[in-house]
Nanobody
Framework: QVQLVESGGGLVQAGDSLRLSCSAS????????MGWFRQAPGKEREFVAS????????YYGDSVKGRFTISRDNAKNTVYLQMNSLKPEDTAVYYC??????????????????WGRGTQVTVSS
């Protein structure tokens, strides 16, 4: 498994932007598809975005399409989530995840076997 550490969360106002980062340990990071998920209080964890190991394929949850962008820098062992036009409903703990096996459902939580501890994003109205 790979060790993941998220950063970049914080308190912002509606309409603002934030960029989350997820740093990974291990030289095999570049082989792993990566994903971002989020969990709001009282709700189930929700798929946000994912990216293939080379970065050529990206997927987004319906609620963030057109506002969020996932990217990766394999030389830095880091995946990013650029979040624009933030809304109060984006408030959640955001988790980074890695997939070390098959990746047939990029949006499915069960496809990922390594997880970070999360970073809090709070969007005020």
């Amino acid at each position: 498994q790979v060790q993941l550490v998220e950063s970049g969360g914080g308190l912002v106002q509606a309409g603002d932007s934030l960029r989350l980062s997820c740093s990974a340990s291990g030289h095999t990071f570049r082989k792993y598809p990566m994903g971002w998920f989020r969990q709001a209080p009282g709700k189930e964890r929700e798929f946000v975005a994912s990216i293939s190991w080379q970065g050529g394929s990206t997927y987004y949850g319906d609620s963030v399409k057109g506002r969020f962008t996932i990217s990766r820098d394999n030389a830095k062992n880091t995946v990013y989530l650029q979040m624009n036009s933030l809304k109060p409903e984006d408030t959640a703990v955001y988790y980074c995840a890695a997939n070390s096996a098959s990746w047939s459902r990029p949006y499915a939580e069960s496809e990922y076997d390594s997880w970070g501890r999360g970073t809090q994003v709070t969007v005020s109205s």
